[in-house]
Nanobody, 115 residues
Framework: QVQLVESGGGLVQPGGSLRLSCAAS????????MGWYRQSPGKQRESVAV???????NYADSVKGRFTISRDNAENTMYLQMNSLKPEDTAVYYC?????????WGQGTQVTVSP
């Protein structure tokens, strides 16, 4: 019943920008915090950014100042604007509730930062 669909990933050069979208199905969205997570090959999934139901945000130190998380409750959609991308940002990006993920993971969207 609950479904999370990520999109917007792709190949980008270092210093470039990308905007990810997370489309959510279910009545939970408006009242739950949401977050973006990422997983690189050989590494565990990590939290990238969180936005509360009230709009307050928190970021991992590695992305602070470069990424911006936002949400559109009317559209049940969350976004991650990624600027000044670095090769170490390369990962599969997932969305879920945040700061604690409560729902099954979607397929994620691949972000590759490479010259």
């Amino acid at each position: 019943q609950v479904q999370l669909v990520e999109s917007g990933g792709g190949l980008v050069q270092p210093g470039g920008s990308l905007r990810l979208s997370c489309a959510a199905s279910g009545s939970f969205f408006r009242t739950y915090g949401m977050g973006w997570y990422r997983q690189s090959p050989g590494k565990q999934r990590e939290s990238v950014a969180v936005v509360s139901s009230g709009g307050s945000t928190n970021y991992a130190d590695s992305v602070k100042g470069r990424f911006t998380i936002s949400r559109d409750n009317a559209e049940n959609t969350m976004y991650l604007q990624m600027n000044s991308l670095k090769p170490e940002d390369t990962a599969v990006y997932y969305c879920n509730t945040g700061p604690t993920p409560l729902f099954p993971w979607g397929q994620g969207t691949q972000v590759t930062v490479s010259p």
